[in-house]
């Protein structure tokens, strides 16, 4: 036996050396990752918490389980869940990040120079703290001087703020369960959709095509419902289930005098040639939403129903 198996032998996660992600939410199926070193092992106020050095993805961290990103391939999720909404956007300037705790999504919405302020509000400041610390290439956005760290609930943070206080909503969860449940809740996205401006975008983790199907449609049908358009893009993830994960992007109503079409499959703005970037373009973005034929087609049964083309009033302005 290596020094890597023995370290890690008496963990039911960890395998002869290697991290085994086996989870009720993709039955049949398990992710693999071989160790190198175990550098974490710990129980926050919410969830287990693992950080281990895998062999070819760099450091990984692990919440309940399941992977939540590797250095390697990191940069997929955090610039398409990022950019996606931000590039939607023609000038965010008001931000909310609610969730992603190990900071990525956060250090992509600081490069973009017309924001004024992100408000990011993480239940498990535990996670925070571990990707201060094993993770600074992803954590390097906490002390920017526009950012405005909050550890608490990010659905109570929600429900008390004021009506048209965002132009962007992020959030960046795991999956629907434990501390995440409530984001993937339809009241949730009615709130979201009363604290966005006019024009605003939301875009939320939207989960596995080829696993949830199910919970897709229904949020295109019933979270989007209150949203001018309700979309589903999707990246290659490839230490996430299948591959893949998706994003649910919906656009409250756009002001009056907007001709634009709600839809977020474009952008609306350029994206410039100096932005560091290893995943996200504007070609990646239009990619996102060419979806395979089965999905498309229940998609397309399921965001079939007449959307709002006015969300606000004169007073709201």
């Known amino acids: 036996m290596s020094a890597a198996e023995a370290a890690v032998g008496g963990s039911e996660l960890f395998e002869n050396g290697w991290f085994m992600e086996k989870n009720s939410q993709w039955p049949g199926q398990a992710n693999s990752l071989k160790?190198?070193?175990?550098?974490?092992?710990?129980?926050?106020?919410?969830?287990?918490?693992?950080?281990?050095?895998?062999?070819?993805?760099?450091?990984?961290?692990?919440?309940?389980?399941?992977?939540?990103l590797t250095e390697k391939d990191e940069m997929s999720y955090q610039e398409m869940m990022a950019h996606l909404p931000m590039f939607s956007h023609k000038e965010p300037k008001q931000v909310l990040i609610i969730g992603g705790g190990d900071g990525g999504v956060l250090r992509e919405v600081c490069k973009h120079s017309c924001v004024e302020q992100i408000t990011m509000c993480e239940i498990d400041g535990g996670v925070v703290e571990a990707s201060k610390t094993y993770f600074p290439s992803v954590s390097c956005a906490f002390d920017n001087p526009k950012v405005n760290l909050i550890i608490d609930d990010g659905v109570g943070f929600a429900e008390k703020s004021a009506e048209n206080s965002f132009d962007v909503v992020i959030v960046d969860s795991s999956d629907p369960v434990g501390p995440a449940e409530k984001l993937f809740s339809k009241e949730f996205y009615t709130c979201v959709h009363r604290i966005l401006r006019p024009g605003g975008v939301i875009c939320s983790q939207g989960e596995c095509l080829w696993i949830h199907a199910d919970l897709i449609e229904e949020m295109i049908r019933e979270h989007g419902a209150p949203f001018a358009s309700a979309e589903y893009a999707s990246m290659q993830m490839p230490t996430y289930p299948s591959g893949?994960?998706?994003?649910?992007?919906?656009?409250?109503?756009?002001?009056?005098?907007?001709?634009?079409?709600?839809?977020?499959?474009?952008?609306r703005r350029s994206v410039p040639a100096d932005l560091p970037l290893r995943y996200?373009?504007?070609d990646m973005h239009a990619a996102a939403f060419a979806l395979p034929a089965f999905l498309a087609a229940r998609l397309q049964g399921a965001g079939a129903k007449k959307r709002p083309t006015l969300s606000w009033t004169a007073a709201d302005a």
């Open 280 to 282: 996200y373009s504007e």
């Open 244 to 267: 893949q994960i998706g994003a649910f992007l919906a656009r409250k109503a756009d002001e009056p005098s907007t001709t634009q079409a709600p839809s977020c499959r474009v952008p």
């Open 35 to 68: 160790v190198k070193e175990i550098l974490l092992q710990k129980r926050t106020k919410y969830q287990d918490l693992i950080v281990f050095e895998s062999t070819d993805w760099g450091k990984v961290l692990v919440l309940d389980g399941v992977i939540q």
